[in-house]
Nanobody, 124 residues
Framework: QVQLVESGGGSVQAGGSLRLSCAAY????????MGWFRQVPGKEREGVAR????????SYPDSVKGRFTISHDNAKNTMYLQMNSLKPEDTAMYYC?????????????????WGQGTQVTVSS
C-alpha cells in the first residue's frame, strides 16, 4: 500500500547533526503512524521516534529525547528526523516505517511497511 524511500544518512563527527527524510508513495490514504528505527549488527531493531501523521503527536525513547525531532509534512507525505548532538552510539542503519493500524506501536513488529535503510555513522 505504501512505498517508503529514505535519504539523508552519512558520516558526521560527534556533536554534529544530520537530517533524514522518508518519502511515502501511496495511492491510498497516508499511513496513520510513521516511525524511525535503527539497527546495528547483532542487535534488535530499536525505535527512536514515531509520529501520528494526522495529529502530529510524537514519542521518543529516553536515549534520544531532547536530541532527535520527528516531523511529518502532510502535503508532501514526507517524514523527517532531525538528529542533533549526535553520539558515536547513534551509529546504525536507520529505517523508516509505516503502519495503517490505529495504534502507533513502539516496537518494530507493529509496522508493516519499511524503507531500504540509510546508514548513519558518528565518529568520536
Amino acid at each position: 500500500q505504501v512505498q517508503l524511500v529514505e535519504s539523508g544518512g552519512g558520516s558526521v563527527q560527534a556533536g554534529g547533526s544530520l537530517r533524514l527524510s522518508c518519502a511515502a508513495y501511496t495511492y491510498s490514504n497516508r499511513p496513520y503512524c510513521m516511525g524511525w528505527f535503527r539497527q546495528v549488527p547483532g542487535k534488535e531493531r530499536e525505535g527512536v521516534a514515531r509520529i501520528v501523521t494526522g495529529v502530529g503527536s510524537t514519542s521518543y525513547p529516553d536515549s534520544v529525547k531532547g536530541r532527535f525531532t520527528i516531523s511529518h509534512d502532510n502535503a508532501k507525505n514526507t517524514m523527517y528526523l532531525q538528529m542533533n548532538s549526535l553520539k558515536p552510539e547513534d551509529t546504525a542503519m536507520y529505517y523508516c516505517a509505516a503502519s495503517y493500524q490505529r495504534l502507533c506501536a513502539s516496537a518494530f513488529t507493529g509496522y508493516k511497511y519499511w524503507g531500504q535503510g540509510t546508514q548513519v555513522t558518528v565518529s568520536s
